[in-house]
C-alpha cells in the first residue's frame, strides 16, 4: 500500500526557514517523480519543486526558485523540501505527491508547470504559516 507522510509544517516569521520531510511507503523513487504542492483556500493546488524518477534532475517554479531546495533520501525513502527566506505568500497547506509514467525531465512540463492530475498518490499535508 503506498502512503506519503508528511511532517515539519509549522509557524514561522518571515525570513525564516522550515524543513518539510515526507515519508514515503510502497514505491521506491527510481519509478516515481516526487514532489511538493501547496494549496491555499479557494486557489488551485500548486506544483512548486519535484524530483524526476531516479534524481535525474530537479524541477522549480519560479516563485521558489532560489529559496526552496527539494531532495531525496534512498536509504530512508524520504523526500525533504528545505524552505529558506520564507514570504507571507508562502502560506499554505503543503503536500507531497508522486507520479508515475508523466514525468521524467523538464522537457514533459508545460508552461503552467506541474498538473496535480498527474500525480497518483498524495499525503495529507502539513500547514506552513508564515507571518510578518
Known amino acids: 500500500q503506498v502512503q506519503l507522510v508528511e511532517s515539519g509544517g509549522g509557524s514561522v516569521q518571515a525570513g525564516g526557514s522550515l524543513r518539510l520531510s515526507c515519508a514515503v511507503f510502497g514505491i521506491t523513487f527510481s519509478d516515481y517523480c516526487v514532489g511538493w504542492f501547496r494549496q491555499v483556500p479557494g486557489k488551485e493546488r500548486e506544483g512548486i519543486a519535484a524530483?524526476?524518477?531516479?534524481?535525474?534532475?530537479?524541477y522549480y517554479d519560479d516563485s521558489v526558485k532560489g529559496r526552496f531546495a527539494i531532495s531525496q533520501d534512498n536509504a530512508k525513502n524520504t523526500l525533504y523540501l528545505q524552505m529558506n527566506s520564507l514570504k507571507p505568500e508562502d502560506t499554505a497547506v503543503y503536500y507531497c505527491?508522486?507520479?508515475?509514467?508523466?514525468?521524467?525531465?523538464?522537457?514533459?512540463?508545460?508552461?503552467?508547470?506541474?498538473?496535480?492530475?498527474?500525480?497518483?498518490?498524495w499525503g495529507r499535508g502539513t500547514q506552513v504559516t508564515v507571518s510578518s
Open positions: 505527491a508522486a507520479s508515475a509514467g508523466a514525468y521524467y525531465s523538464d522537457y514533459d512540463v508545460n508552461p503552467e508547470g506541474l498538473e496535480s492530475h498527474l500525480f497518483d498518490h
Open positions: 524530483i524526476y524518477p531516479a534524481g535525474d534532475g530537479t
